[in-house]
């Protein structure tokens, strides 16, 4: 003799429900500071990449414009490089944000326990050298002054 099998309206919900993990409300300390330090890292390197890349790109460009190649290709890939720029401003901006989550957490009383954690070290460490890099790049924009409107360059 077979089992019955159980309507489809059951099966539907014994299988959406299985695969359920019990939720926490929130992460412990160390996992919060842990999530928060390697998004840090993350950024960090996101913006490196994007700087990289509006390099790379304009390189490119000045090539492409020596080159005389056609003026579609020039247009198009001065689009990109647009495009390029755009990210390293919005790229800075996440990781600003990031950062000054991590600090304040780090801040915060419920992180005492923690002081002696590996996340703990990296943190700190991660926040001193961001300080570090902000002040020798502090005043490094690009001098635009020279340069009259609508110049191309």
């Given at each position: 003799s077979e089992a019955p099998i159980a309507d489809h309206?059951?099966?539907?919900?014994?299988?959406?429900?299985?695969?359920?993990?019990?939720?926490?409300?929130?992460?412990?300390?160390?996992?919060?500071?842990?999530?928060?330090?390697?998004?840090?890292?993350?950024?960090?390197?996101?913006?490196?990449?994007?700087h990289k890349e509006v390099k790379e790109n304009e390189s490119k460009l000045?090539?492409?414009?020596?080159?005389?190649?056609?003026?579609?290709?020039?247009k198009k890939f001065q689009e990109v490089l647009d495009e390029s720029y755009m990210m390293v401003p919005d790229s800075k901006n996440r990781l600003q944000r990031s950062l000054q989550d991590l600090a304040t957490f780090l801040d915060s009383s419920d992180t005492e326990a923690l002081t002696s954690t590996q996340w703990y070290e990296e943190a700190k460490e991660l926040l001193k050298t961001v300080e570090v890099d902000d002040a020798h790049n502090d005043g490094k924009e690009t001098d635009l002054s020279g340069v009259m409107?609508?110049?191309v360059f």
């Amino acid at each position: 003799s077979e089992a019955p099998i159980a309507d489809h309206k059951e099966q539907t919900n014994i299988l959406s429900t299985a695969h359920k993990m019990p939720r926490n409300h929130t992460p412990s300390p160390e996992r919060q500071l842990m999530i928060k330090t390697k998004a840090c890292q993350r950024l960090i390197k996101e913006v490196d990449y994007y700087h990289k890349e509006v390099k790379e790109n304009e390189s490119k460009l000045e090539d492409m414009k020596s080159a005389k190649r056609d003026p579609y290709d020039i247009k198009k890939f001065q689009e990109v490089l647009d495009e390029s720029y755009m990210m390293v401003p919005d790229s800075k901006n996440r990781l600003q944000r990031s950062l000054q989550d991590l600090a304040t957490f780090l801040d915060s009383s419920d992180t005492e326990a923690l002081t002696s954690t590996q996340w703990y070290e990296e943190a700190k460490e991660l926040l001193k050298t961001v300080e570090v890099d902000d002040a020798h790049n502090d005043g490094k924009e690009t001098d635009l002054s020279g340069v009259m409107e609508n110049e191309v360059f």
